[in-house]
């Protein structure tokens, strides 16, 4: 089989300035106003979210790995062989490449993420690294409707891979209608490969989201930078600061950006006004308990396989399958 250079293959389905622009422009007209997170991962966002799976602090990304790569028999064993590996917000695909290193012949490998540049660097790398694999990348909003590709080989399974506990940036109603819609991408037996972030001590979660560097902080601040270059919008950086606060009611973390002085914002031609200490919600990032999220996916269409979960209970990565009769 021949695979061709990915930068000719990607479907491009990112979502475009325009969409950009409206839809930031009514989170900021919303009470309380809200931002939706995917817009974190511009070119800098990403680059800046890639230094925060590095802090010490963010133990999110590492625990996940470690499952991972402790347990990759197994989940090798659960995937099967010839299978099409699905992988929602991919960006540079280092998870994958562990699962990669030990499935047992798979057809192809499906990225699929919001960030083209990170997408496509990630692709051409796989491509070459995984031959004769075929990767397949879409860039795309993957909330957005969408065709997955039909690879040339005909594959056993698909299994969808969603890592990183981005799971919980969905609130739980978006999140069950989410998993029962990623249900109709597959065929009974198909496999849901996930990373969710547990409950836990607020200190812990706090820190993770409060690192001392401020890498998160430039993180949730890029928001506005980007709206700046991209909406000719004036924000003053300044002027707001990054908040990170734990609700253990709702099992979340909220971040937030808070305005520091009474102010006003133009964009896009329009004006909008921020009191004092009022501030815009960012992300939700919500924490699950083990057994909760096993009921929550099988609610949404998911049957429990297999739960794996590290020494101190930080993380859990969970195999499901698609079950048989819906
Ligand atoms: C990749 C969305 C799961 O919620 O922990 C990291 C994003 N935000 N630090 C998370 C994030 C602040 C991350 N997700």
Same mark, same amino acid.
């Given at each position: 089989?021949? *695979?061709?250079?990915?930068?000719?293959?990607?479907?491009?389905?990112?979502?475009?300035?325009?969409?950009?622009?409206?839809? #930031?422009?009514?989170?900021?007209?919303?009470?309380?106003?809200?931002?939706?997170?995917?817009?974190?991962?511009?070119?800098?966002?990403?680059?800046?979210?890639?230094?925060?799976?590095?802090?010490?602090?963010?133990?999110? *990304?590492?625990?996940?790995?470690?499952?991972?790569?402790?347990?990759?028999?197994?989940?090798?064993?659960?995937?099967?062989?010839?299978?099409?590996?699905?992988?929602?917000?991919?960006? +540079?695909?280092? =998870?994958?490449?562990?699962?990669?290193?030990?499935?047992? *012949?798979?057809?192809?490998?499906?990225?699929?993420?919001?960030?083209?540049?990170?997408?496509?660097?990630?692709?051409?790398?796989?491509?070459?690294?995984? @031959?004769?694999?075929?990767?397949?990348?879409?860039?795309?909003?993957?909330? &957005?409707?969408?065709?997955?590709?039909?690879?040339?080989?005909?594959?056993?399974?698909?299994?969808? @891979?969603?890592?990183?506990?981005?799971?919980?940036?969905?609130?739980?109603?978006?999140?069950?209608? #989410?998993?029962?819609?990623?249900?109709?991408?597959?065929?009974? $037996?198909?496999?849901?490969?996930? $990373?969710?972030?547990?409950?836990?001590?607020?200190?812990?979660?706090?820190?993770?989201?409060?690192?001392?560097?401020?890498?998160?902080?430039?993180?949730?601040?890029?928001?506005?930078?980007?709206?700046?270059?991209?909406?000719?919008?004036?924000?003053?950086?300044?002027?707001?600061?990054? +908040?990170?606060?734990?609700?253990?009611?709702?099992?979340?973390?909220?971040?937030?950006?808070?305005?520091?002085?009474? &102010?006003?914002?133009?964009?896009? $031609?329009?004006?909008?006004?921020?009191? =004092?200490?009022? #501030?815009?919600?960012?992300?939700?990032?919500?924490?699950?308990?083990?057994? $909760? #999220?096993?009921?929550?996916?099988?609610?949404?269409?998911? !049957?429990?396989? +297999?739960?794996?979960?590290?020494?101190?209970?930080?993380?859990?990565?969970?195999?499901?399958?698609?079950?048989?009769? !819906?």
């Amino acid at each position: 089989m021949i *695979t061709e250079p990915c930068s000719e293959m990607v479907l491009d389905l990112a979502p475009t300035p325009a969409n950009f622009q409206s839809e #930031f422009l009514a989170g900021l007209k919303r009470h309380p106003k809200t931002l939706p997170c995917k817009f974190f991962y511009d070119e800098r966002g990403s680059s800046l979210f890639d230094d925060i799976c590095e802090l010490e602090e963010y133990y999110l *990304t590492r625990t996940e790995t470690k499952i991972l790569r402790d347990n990759v028999e197994e989940i090798s064993a659960l995937c099967g062989s010839d299978c099409v590996l699905i992988e929602l917000g991919s960006g +540079r695909s280092s =998870k994958t490449r562990l699962l990669l290193d030990h499935l047992e *012949t798979p057809v192809a490998y499906v990225p699929i993420d919001i960030s083209r540049r990170h997408l496509l660097r990630a692709a051409e790398a796989l491509n070459g690294d995984y @031959f004769p694999l075929q990767v397949l990348p879409i860039c795309a909003d993957y909330n &957005q409707p969408l065709k997955l590709p039909i690879p040339a080989r005909i594959p056993k399974r698909k299994v969808i @891979f969603y890592p990183g506990s981005t799971i919980g940036n969905f609130e739980p109603q978006p999140a069950a209608a #989410f998993l029962r819609r990623l249900a109709t991408w597959c065929q009974p $037996g198909d496999g849901l490969l996930i $990373g969710v972030d547990l409950q836990k001590s607020r200190d812990i979660l706090r820190a993770a989201y409060n690192d001392a560097r401020g890498v998160t902080a430039a993180f949730n601040l890029n928001l506005l930078l980007r709206a700046n270059g991209e909406l000719g919008a004036s924000f003053n950086l300044e002027q707001f600061r990054h +908040r990170a606060i734990y609700d253990e009611v709702n099992g979340r973390i909220e971040m937030h950006l808070v305005s520091q002085c009474r &102010q006003r914002v133009v964009l896009a $031609g329009e004006e909008i006004h921020f009191e =004092k200490g009022e #501030f815009v919600t960012t992300e939700y990032s919500y924490k699950y308990r083990e057994e $909760g #999220f096993r009921a929550f996916a099988g609610a949404a269409g998911w !049957q429990a396989q +297999r739960t794996w979960i590290d020494e101190g209970r930080l993380f859990s990565v969970h195999y499901f399958s698609k079950v048989l009769s !819906q």
